[in-house]
């Protein structure tokens, strides 16, 4: 079964400086991994995603993910943090294409503070 | 592109009234469309996957004459709660997939904005 595990709840930087939010899975199969973010009250929003191209997957506003197979790992970095980075970072995992649900796998969440 | 729509985006109803949801994708046909609830400081639970043309696939523990799905077209899916009650009362988001593999996105679910349903 597929599984997510986002190693940290709450993640405190201040700005300017360098983020690091940590991501493992677990997957019988090739997995498709994505991370979304989502600010207070609204939906979610696609930050990047991997699926099987380039392990380095580089995303929007500067964020970039890299895929770690022998670590069964995708953490979201970004050089330096601004002040609206500050939100909730959803790690996913795609149920396999051969279920044909189309079912997404959360992880529990990563509440980003940057500090000014 | 691949923007998708919720209606409305927050609501208030007094308990025992039955609320309608809408959750459109503007520029892309949805085959499949999902609904998440979300409690506060929590991650996404899905209630139900909404497939064009046939039946919802409700989740364990979801009541499907609770949460009415219909998805009548390729860009629309509604959520109905019906009989709302106070413990009703939470963020609903719903999700599209994109239709076309040609497109790139097949695997990428994107997301409405979310209504926040108060039941009273």
């Known amino acids: 079964a597929q599984s997510v595990t986002q190693l940290d709840s709450h993640v405190s930087v201040s700005e300017g400086t360098p983020v690091l939010l940590r991501c493992n899975y677990s997957?019988?199969?090739?997995?498709?991994l994505f991370w979304y973010v989502q600010h207070p009250n609204k939906g979610l929003q696609l930050l990047l995603k991997?699926?099987?191209?380039?392990?380095l997957v580089k995303g929007i506003n500067g964020f970039e993910a890299e895929f770690k197979k022998s670590e069964t790992s995708f953490h979201l970095t970004k050089p330096s943090a601004h002040m609206s980075d500050a939100a909730e970072y959803f790690c996913?995992?795609?149920?396999?294409?051969?279920?044909?649900?189309?079912?997404?796998?959360f992880g529990q969440g990563t509440t980003l503070q940057v500090k000014p | 592109g691949a923007v998708v729509s919720q209606h409305p985006s927050w609501v208030i109803c007094k308990s025992g009234t039955s609320v309608k949801i809408e959750c459109r994708s503007l520029?892309?046909?949805?085959?499949?469309m999902f609904w998440y609830r979300q409690f506060p400081k929590q991650s996404l639970m899905l209630m139900a996957t909404?497939?064009?043309?046939?039946?919802?696939?409700?989740e364990q523990g979801v009541e499907k004459d609770k949460f009415l799905i219909n998805h009548a077209s390729l860009t629309l899916s509604t959520l109905t709660v019906t009989s709302a009650h106070p413990e009703d009362s939470s963020f609903y988001i719903c999700?599209?997939?994109?239709?076309?593999?040609?497109?790139?996105?097949?695997?990428?679910?994107?997301f409405g904005p979310g209504t926040r349903l108060t039941v009273l």
């Open positions: 999700s599209a997939r994109d239709r076309s593999r040609a497109s790139g996105r097949a695997d990428t679910q994107y």
């Open positions: 997957s019988s199969y090739s997995p498709s």
């Open positions: 991997y699926t099987s191209a380039a392990t």
């Open positions: 996913v995992v795609s149920e396999p294409r051969s279920s044909n649900t189309g079912k997404l796998i």
């Open positions: 520029d892309f046909q949805a085959t499949t």
């Open positions: 909404s497939n064009e043309g046939s039946k919802a696939t409700y």
